[in-house]
């Protein structure tokens, strides 16, 4: 039902109930009609016409009002909802759906409920629309966004979000501005990782490093964790265009499209190549590296069996497989899945001040060139 699939998606007001009536109006109309006798009569006629109703009832306060009394916001999504169902009963239909500017009169929070909504049809429709409201754009999948900038000319539409026009990057930037404050605040010389996990370990070692005087992250870096691997693309355009410094240290590519995109900041000159590492640099002779493979391979064991003793058997380095170069794969083939809980070994890590204080030189010489490469890139 349309008033079931409303307030699945409008999260405002759960007190709503739509009310559908067909109402019977009665009129007289008089009109003249031929007798038989050949001559002209007055007669009245009754024209009924059938009017539906639909009404908004709420059932806190008991009082139902029509539709159109209601807020711009609700009768166009309502609206929405019942021009696109019956889109979909028709089922051999193929649609694209364009929208442009949905929502306009929508809150915050209901802008939120459409985003949802059109979020279940992307499985089986291609929806693309156009917005100006930060509310409108899904931080989460920013992957999915093009930035459309017009000039006297042309207009040009990207992936890469390289435009600096402050217009076409507002929507964009607020829209992760609430992310970012949830995370860290941005200083002006950042430092982008993939996850918290990193934040954890690179914090850690660089405090320690530095209270035993060798060199860590220098105190005016902030280590800003973007949420993954796909996201670190969408952060450098829109920090560039705040004129910040920026460096990226993540986990080698594990497919084409992200190195590609990659490559594309980089031919555009928003991020220089130099400013973008890979934990594989740091190693010799690897071509792919987590930041756990900064560790020896009994430190990250020694991490994980403490960590995660009560979901999974200890496990021993003579079980690790020596035909796989990183450390989560290895530990992924001994436990039989594809992953595993990161979080859990960087949470251990940097509440474990005696594992700490007994790295091996290794793993601080190994950490420590790379803070030493941030710096500098950084300055």
């Not at 739509?18 to 009569?41: H, L, M, P």
Request: aromatic share 10%; proline share 2%.
């Amino acid at each position: 039902m349309i008033s079931d699939t409303l307030f699945q998606y409008w999260s405002a007001n759960q007190n709503l109930n739509i009310e559908f009536k067909i109402d019977k109006k009665t009129a007289t109309a008089k009109r003249q009609v031929n007798t038989s006798y050949g001559s002209a009569t007055t007669v009245d006629t009754n024209i009924v016409e059938h009017v539906l109703d639909i009404r908004v009832k709420n059932s806190k306060t008991r009082v139902s009002l029509p539709l159109q009394n209601r807020s711009k916001g609700f009768n166009w999504f309502f609206s929405f909802l019942v021009w696109f169902n019956k889109i979909q009963a028709d089922s051999n239909s193929k649609y694209i759906l364009l929208l442009d500017e949905p929502g306009l009169n929508l809150h915050a929070t209901a802008q939120a409920d459409l985003l949802r909504f059109l979020e279940s049809l992307v499985d089986k429709y291609q929806v693309i629309y156009t917005t100006h409201s930060p509310f409108m754009v899904e931080t989460t999948k920013l992957n999915r966004v093009r930035t459309v900038f017009s000039d006297s000319d042309s207009s040009i539409v990207s992936d890469s979000i390289q435009q600096k026009d402050p217009n076409t990057l507002f929507p964009l930037q607020a829209a992760l501005g609430y992310d970012v404050a949830q995370n860290l605040f941005i200083s002006k010389k950042n430092l982008l990782v993939e996850g918290v996990s990193d934040l954890l370990y690179l914090t850690t070692i660089s405090e320690y490093l530095n209270a035993n005087k060798r060199t860590g992250l220098n105190e005016d870096i902030t280590i800003v964790p973007t949420g993954g691997l796909d996201k670190v693309a969408s952060f450098i355009s829109l920090l560039r265009g705040s004129k910040l410094s920026i460096f990226c240290l993540l986990d080698s590519f594990t497919d084409q499209k992200s190195q590609a995109r990659f490559d594309s900041l980089t031919i555009q000159k928003i991020i220089s190549d130099k400013n973008i590492k890979f934990f594989h640099d740091f190693l010799d002779n690897r071509k792919k590296a987590d930041i756990e493979d900064m560790f020896t391979v009994d430190e990250y064991l020694q991490l994980f069996n403490i960590s995660l003793s009560s979901t999974h058997a200890e496990i021993k380095v003579e079980e690790l497989s020596t035909e796989i170069e990183d450390i989560l794969s290895k530990i992924n083939k001994v436990i039989k899945k594809n992953r595993f809980n990161h979080y859990l070994p960087a949470k251990e890590f940097a509440s474990n001040k005696d594992f700490v204080n007994n790295l091996s030189e290794t793993t601080l010489s190994r950490f420590e060139t790379i803070f030493k490469e941030v710096n500098k890139n950084l300055k």
